[in-house]
């Protein structure tokens, strides 16, 4: 019941319009906008190039779900690539912090951006790509919370020869079977996150336990489930139930009353968004968190937030950032305060996860010093490290895969709570290098650059 | 997870998940059924009256409170629509009133997002309705074995409302013979539109007694109700108890596929309402034409 909403941010004064009027001409005439049109003419079209950077702005289309079952995800990761695009415009201390090559805007001109409602599904996440492509001559497009849209728009994104940057996306296949020539994802692996958990399971918990898996039925859900079992087998666990259900499940009973009944020891809870939220506060309902340990292979953005610590104590969780790196990581600690200072909120992982694909695209686009797809796509291809909100990362060229450490978390009780935010204890910053796996692990076969 | 101890439990819940799809529909099915207007915002206002609840319970504390909020504010909501914009619908083509209904369900949810944001709004169930209760064979919820309870007295009172006073003997008048009722010195448009507000709040009633089992958000109107549309075309269109019937047969097919594989639930739940349309175009107790 809901419609795609395409929400420009084009609040652009008479006065401003003046001035970027001039800063056309001006720019015209200089010698830098000289060598960047003769680099043009060297290329040939592709995508939107050279039409879509030929102004005095570039065009970046956001396509999140705002409705549905990942919408709060989904506004998080607004909020991100929001305080990105207005640190790159502003040539921010933060963004140059993480690539000295950053400066104001890219290639000197200001990103303008919109946004779209992607309700999380494919088809509308593909017409969305398709709308600022067509209508905005975008750049560059990002965004999603589920690895269906991702998967989708990236093969939307080799069609159209137009850079995309998925969101919020942990199936393997995102860059694996299905990886792209022009997609880059932050996210790692779901099989990465099972790595780095599932040995932490297994030393808290024990060996030779049986596990019941609550499973969302679609490509994320079914790769971190298998993921999960590959891991979990080292220390002798086993599955007691796989209990798989469709995206946007309001009651859970009946999963849950099968898992109660399967003798499990273990909750591995691979559900996300409003569904995690749902089946987290159901399996409370019925006494089955009291009988069982609760995991969480990819943990949810504002999960203990809805759920409460209560809920979420000594529960284990693998994740992208939490906000209290910010005692390891001085970039963590700028990033919070910017969007404590903007939003006065903590920032989820999923903001954290837009603001850093917004910067690194940015360093790609400098480093190759133009616009042409190609030059941007090799210049990512190049593996140059920058500095993260979680320390030091590259791209792998091989599979566009962002090598990058798994965070590991774990549930505070109420009482150790430092503040209202503070629920989650830093247990470990796994290295990505020794911990994800190889570029051809699951089936990546790149497309061509033009 | 085949065996007799999940089969016992299975079907206890299927009972109890039909309770509250029986509830929802029975609003629907009763608009329907009257008013011949198929009612598409009604998800939007069984999600409405969860919020209202919810806002009515951060200020008293009070479930009851909540209750009495939700299920009030939507009957109110309900007859402001009805007065406002459907009566300018009854004699319009079926697509028109769709699109109409659909468009408030639209606004409706959009109004509750800027109001409340994505994030979930819930509420804890009642202090005599809180922890679990063991049935000997299972545990259970008992927040869930109250909704049984609370859903068969709402559908009661609804049941003595439209078949045993004098009110459910002119809405049934109405529906017969508009014209006669009318001519007979009642004012048919009034009582149509205390039914819709009838209707509305009973889903009103539903969307806030189903909060302390599943948290709120402003779209979860949506997916509700494409299965209560599921439970009135298994029912019978326009048929109340069609909409009982209907509701407690989806809660057991939802249960007990999801014993074997809970992926096909779903599927099963359309498949049935697939196999009733074939054999009976009516639905189980509907009848042809208004019920």
Known sequence: MTGTKNILNANVSRRAALQGGAGVL???????????????????????????????????????PRTGTYAAAGEDLIKGYQLAIEHLNDGSELMQKISPN???????????????????????????????????????????????????????????????????????????????????????????????????????????KKVAYLTPDYTYGHTVQKSMEEYLKDGGWTTATDQVSPLGTTDFSSYLLNVANSGADVVVNINFGRDAVLSVKQAKQFGILEKMTLAVPYNTPFLAKEVGADTMQGVL??????????????????????????????????????????????????????????????????????????????????DHQLVRPVVIERGKKPADMKGPDDYYEIVEVVPGAGLMQAPDAFGCKMGGYT | MLSWPNFLAQTFNGLVLGALLALLSSGLTIIYGTLGVLNLAHGAMFMVGGYAGVVAYQYTGSYLVAVAAGAGFVLLLGIAMEQIVIRHFYDRPDEDQILVTFGLGIVYVEVVRFLFGSLSQSMPPPSWAAGITSLGFMIYPTYRLAVVGIVALALLVLYLVLYRSRLGMIVRAGIEDSVMVDSLGINIMRVFMVVFGIGSMAAGFAGIVNVPIAPITPDIGESILVEAFVVVVIGGVGSFPGAILGGLIAGEILSLTSMIDPSYSQVMLFAVMTLVLMLRPHGLLGSQGRA
Request: positive net charge; hydrophobic residues 40%; glycine residues 8%.
């Open chain 1, 317 to 398: 969780a693998a994740t992208d950032y939490w906000w209290t790196l910010e005692e390891k990581f001085p970039l963590a600690k700028m990033f919070n305060d910017a969007f404590r200072a903007k939003y006065k909120s903590v920032p989820e992982w999923s903001a954290n996860l837009a603001y850093m694909q917004i910067a690194m695209w940015a360093d790609a686009i400098e480093r190759a010093k133009s616009f042409y797809p190609p030059d941007v796509i090799k210049a990512y291809e190049a593996g140059a490290k920058v500095q993260s909100t979680v320390g030091e990362v590259y791209f792998r060229g091989a």
């Open chain 1, 102 to 208: 950053i400066k104001k805007g890219v290639l000197g001109k200001e990103v303008k951006y919109g946004i779209a409602d992607s309700e999380a599904k494919p088809n509308t996440a593909v017409q969305n790509f398709g709308k600022f492509v067509s209508d905005n001559k975008a750049i560059m497009v990002t965004g999603s919370v589920s690895s269906a849209e991702a998967v989708a728009n990236n093969k939307t994104a080799d069609r159209e020869k137009v850079i995309y940057l998925p969101g919020i996306s942990g199936s393997n296949d995102t860059t694996g079977k299905d990886c792209a020539r022009y997609s880059f994802r932050e996210c790692f692996y779901g099989q990465t996150a099972a790595k780095a958990l599932a040995p932490q399971l297994i030393s808290t918990i024990g060996k030779n």
């Open chain 1, 26 to 64: 001006a720019g015209a005439l200089a010698p830098g906008e000289l060598i960047l049109s003769a680099r043009a003419a060297d290329n040939p079209a592709l995508g939107t190039y050279p039409e879509g950077s030929s102004g005095p702005s570039v065009f970046v289309g956001i396509s999140v």
